[in-house]
């Protein structure tokens, strides 16, 4: 990881501000060992850079991104008779931190929201504006990579019972989620100003 390149990218980006305050809300190195105790899982160090510079905050000016493909991580098959989605970009409305007090923003009110709504090892890190969820994969296999999460092709696993007859897999959840980066960093790397 390359802290200046980050730091570098923010700014041609236009910059980072806070959601509430005229600065951005870092977290302190304490504040994200205990966020790290919770979570039961270290993050990376990319990861804890931008928390401990920037935390709760959002970009000056829109970004937007896109996936690396346009299908989902799981892909129905014909048979099954379920829908696949596509997924060709949004935008990166704010980041979550810890020292706020609107819920909304703290990442660990949104972490138990969504705990058992996203694939296994997710950490929602951020929002793009529409209720959609940016991931943080914490997983052995797929540690860093980020991810786009769609609500609105959330899956539920009675549904799904009900429309195949087979429980649903770890893997089958990943039905509505979409790799964006394979990094924290890379995925700082590959925002653009929506023009």
Not at 95 to 117: M, P
Request: aromatic share 16%; glycine share 6%; proline share 4%.
């Amino acid at each position: 990881m390359n802290k200046i390149m980050i730091t570098e990218r923010i700014e041609q980006l236009g910059g980072i501000k806070s959601l509430s305050e005229e600065t951005p809300v870092p977290l302190t190195v304490s504040e994200i060992e205990q966020f790290e105790g919770i979570l039961n899982s270290l993050l990376p160090d990319d990861y804890k850079y931008f928390l401990s510079n920037y935390g709760k905050s959002s970009f000056v000016k829109e970004v937007k991104f896109h996936p690396y493909t346009n299908d989902a991580e799981y892909i129905h098959s014909a048979e099954i008779g379920l829908p696949n989605f596509k997924f060709y970009g949004s935008q990166v409305s704010y980041f979550y931190g810890l020292n706020t007090d609107n819920n909304n923003f703290n990442i660990i009110n949104k972490f138990n929201i969504y705990a058992n709504r996203l694939p296994k090892d997710f950490l929602p890190i951020a929002d793009d504006g529409l209720g959609n969820q940016i991931c943080l994969s914490l997983s052995k296999e797929k540690f860093n990579w980020i991810y786009w999460w769609d609500h609105e092709n959330e899956w539920d696993e009675e549904d799904y019972l009900d429309d195949t007859g087979h429980e649903m897999s770890e893997e089958v959840k990943f039905q509505n989620v979409y790799l964006i980066a394979k990094s924290f960093t890379e995925f700082i790397e590959k925002l653009q100003i929506v023009e």
